[in-house]
Each structure stands twice: as C-alpha cells, then as structure tokens.
C-alpha cells in the first residue's frame, strides 16, 4: 500500500446526488441504509447513476437480478405479454398459471404450488401452512404450536416473520411484535439458535419437539470460509427435523434461481434432501417483476383453501412470463454451471493477491463475501462507489453477488478496481458516502 505521507484529496458527492438525497430524507422513511448511488440504466452487469457515470454492478440487488440487468429474452417476453394484458387475478383464472406450476413441480418433484408477491410474503405463507400442518395432522395445540428459525437466517421485516430472526430490540419496545410462536430462539431460554451450531437445534428440538410443526432456514449463507460446514449444519438440521415428525422448509428466495451454482441451495445438503415446503422470489422472475412461489407436498399443501392465501398481484400474466422466461434463460444458457465458474474465477483471484486487508474470501457458486481485517468496510466500499464499482459494506467486510451470466473479463475489471481500493485506502481523508449504520447480515 502506498504511504499516508501523501494524502489524496477528499472525496465528494456530485450536486445531483446530494439533490435526491436531501429529497429522499425529507419526504420518505423506511428502506434500508443504502449507498448513495442513484441509478437510471442498467445493462447486463453494468450500471449507470444519473450523472452517466458506469458501474460495475458486484451487488445483483442481493441476487434479485441473477441473470443481469434487463436480459433482453426477459425483455421481450414481457414487452409482449404487457400489450396483451397484464393483471387478471383472483375473481378469475389465469391461463398461464397452473401450466407454470405443473413446471415446477414436475422438475422438482412436488405437488401444489402458491403464488405470493414478495419474499417476506412467501416465508410468511410458509409458517402459516406449517402452522396449519402442525395443529390439524400434528395435532399440536393452537396456542403451543411454533415456527422456529435459526440465526442470521433473512426472511423480511414484516409483522409475522420479523420474529424468525436475530433479535432486535425495536421490535418490543418500538412495535410491540415480540412473538410467541415464531422465534429464532430456545423457548425455554430465549438463546439464539445460531447457525452452524447444531447441538443448540438438536437441544431445542429434542425438548420442544411435540410442539414444534416446522424449521424455517436459509440453508447456505454464503459466510464460511468452507461452505461445507454449512451444508452439514443445515443437513443436520433437516435430519433433527424428519427424525421428528417436523417440517422443514428452505428459504430459497435469495439463494435460489442458481445463485449458489445448484438451482436451489438446499441442494447442496445431497441428493435425498427433500424440503416439505420451498421459497422462491427475488430472481425466480430475473429482476423484472415481484413474484414469488411456495411449492410443497400434498400432505402439507392440500388443506389450503380459497380466501386463506392469496395476493392481488400473484401469479399474473407479467409474473408467469417473467418466470417462464427467466427459467429457460437460467437452462438455455447453462447459468448454474456458469454460476460455479465464476465463483472459483473470483476465489482464484482474490486468493493471488494474498493482500493484507483480506481475512479471507466466502464463496459459493455466484455468491460470496470479502471479509476484511483492520479496515472499515464502509470506507472500502465507499471508495469502490467513486471509482465505479457497486459494492455493499457488512460490519466485517463486503457483501457480493455476481450475475451468472457476468463475462469474466467485467469480473476481473471490478476486481481490480476492488483490490485498487484496499490498496488505496489509507491515503485518503473524507470519504462522501461512507455508511455509519451496518448490519452484521
């Protein structure tokens, strides 16, 4: 790294930028914590902000757009699917939906499927079908049976699986939403079930289990060193559960579409793995449209009734399209293979540079985090935003997610513009942009 003798000048927000900050704090809430970048195109794995400038895209939208901004097959599906017609939903039959849930199910080996908008609304949809699973064919107690997840696991922030992930005090002393019938957390102890601890699950399990109906989880995280010791956690989980007479259901919704170099990450736990219920949402649409799917067998399935679940804009023609093209772009192009070769491009290329600031690289498939040593992530990463890389800062590093169909030379450019940044860091004083707040997921 270059000398701290030799500072470089602050760096600034363009007036653009400060302009639609100052609007967005004045007149909204909610949200994130985003980086200030302010983007108006998109193209494949590149961006561009309202002052023209180009970025390297290494965020995906979290693995929203796995096959990389506006896919021009994607495209032209919906483009001509919006001049047909775009919402028929609810008071009468889509043509197109049960044909797309025969798809699924056939290819994954299960029997009904339900259509939501979001991710949140899919884990949600799940807890509640388990829910319903564990008191009628169960038999557990209306107010005993519970939904539990496991730590550093991310479902959404709505009201009923806000409580399936690691602690936040606002949401008893802000909202009032401490729940009793989905947690992350020992009943008995209020101990965080945490990921790869498998003897807290097996514990947790071994007492409650008479009325526990299921076990909600992102099966790989994507922040080991070797991600198999998450594939045996989470396998070992899903083994506690079926020795158990508990359900099990796999978050896919971040992790699924091909992201971790197997169409759904559970896949990784081996071959005879069978979830009872599956999520999918973020890319199972390749970013163009809010849907997702919650697919599972009839013995868990078949009791759902009409004006039980459902959503106004579920399984619309636009979200079917979407789907249908986004599966066979993953097929035709053989996305989750090239998934894997990214990943090992990336492991590859990080390891070479044996840099100081790097702990170590997290990879699985497409997906990965950088996590970092004696640095502040946020500085990282806002200096990658001035230099025309869209990186996300955690508190111990960067958060990555690459477009499986990314060419490796828009790769390796951002690479370098990633490891020009830790080399550089030092010599600089402000940096506009940096976050203050982070989360540790």
């Not at 699986?161 to 939403?177: D, E």
């Not at 995280?221 to 506690?240: F, K, P, Q, T």
Request: aromatic share 10%; charged share 20%; with cysteine.
């Amino acid at each position: 790294m270059e000398s701290n003798s030799s500072k470089k000048p602050d760096l600034t927000l363009s007036p653009r930028v400060k302009e639609l900050l100052d609007l967005e704090s004045r007149f909204t809430v909610g949200g994130f914590d985003p980086m200030p970048y302010f983007f108006e195109k998109g193209q494949g794995s590149l961006l561009w902000d309202v002052d023209g400038k180009e970025y390297i895209d290494f965020i995906g939208m979290f693995s929203a757009v796995n096959t990389g901004h506006c896919h021009p097959y994607i495209q032209e599906a919906l483009v001509e699917q919006l001049k047909k017609v775009t919402l028929i939903n609810l008071a009468s039959h889509n043509s197109t939906f049960g044909p797309f849930a025969r798809r699924l199910c056939v290819r994954f080996g299960y029997d009904k499927v339900i259509a939501m908008t979001s991710g949140t609304e899919a884990a949600d949809t799940a807890c509640k079908i388990a829910r319903s699973w564990g008191i009628n064919q169960k038999h557990i107690p209306a107010n005993d049976c519970i939904i539990l997840g496991v730590g550093d696991s991310y479902h959404g922030l709505s009201s009923g699986v806000w409580n399936l992930m690691n602690s936040n005090p606002l949401r008893s002393t802000k909202y009032g939403l401490d729940s009793k019938i989905q947690m992350n957390t020992n009943p008995s102890t209020g101990e965080l079930l945490e990921y790869l601890d498998l003897e807290k699950m097996r514990s947790c399990l071994q007492e409650h289990k008479h009325r526990v109906a299921a076990v909600i989880m992102e099966c790989i995280h994507g922040y080991s060193r070797d991600v198999n010791d998450e594939a045996r956690y989470a396998r070992g989980v899903y083994e506690l559960c079926k020795s158990m007479n508990i359900l099990f259901i796999a978050d896919e919704v971040r992790q699924g579409a091909g992201k971790t170099g197997k169409f759904f990450s559970f896949q990784h736990l081996g071959d005879d793995v069978k979830p009872d219920i599956v999520t999918m949402g973020k890319s199972i649409t390749g970013g163009f449209y809010p849907q997702s799917f919650i697919m599972g067998m009839d013995t868990v399935m078949a009791s759902v009734g009409p004006y039980e679940m459902a959503s106004t804009y579920g399984f619309t023609p636009l979200a079917i399209t979407a789907a249908n093209a986004t599966i066979d772009v993953i097929d035709r192009e053989n996305l989750v293979e090239r998934a894997v070769h990214l990943g090992y491009l990336w492991r590859k290329t990080v390891e070479s540079w044996q840099h100081p600031l790097v702990n170590y690289v997290a990879q699985v498939g497409a997906d990965s985090n950088l996590i970092l040593r004696e640095v502040q992530p946020s500085r990282v990463a806002a200096l990658c935003m001035h230099r025309g890389l869209f990186v996300y800062p955690k508190a111990n590093g960067i958060r990555l997610s690459f477009a499986m169909n990314m060419p490796d030379e828009v790769l390796l450019k951002g690479a370098a513009i990633l490891k020009s940044c830790l080399d550089d860091i030092d010599n600089y004083g402000s940096i506009e942009g940096e976050l203050t707040r982070l989360k540790t997921v």
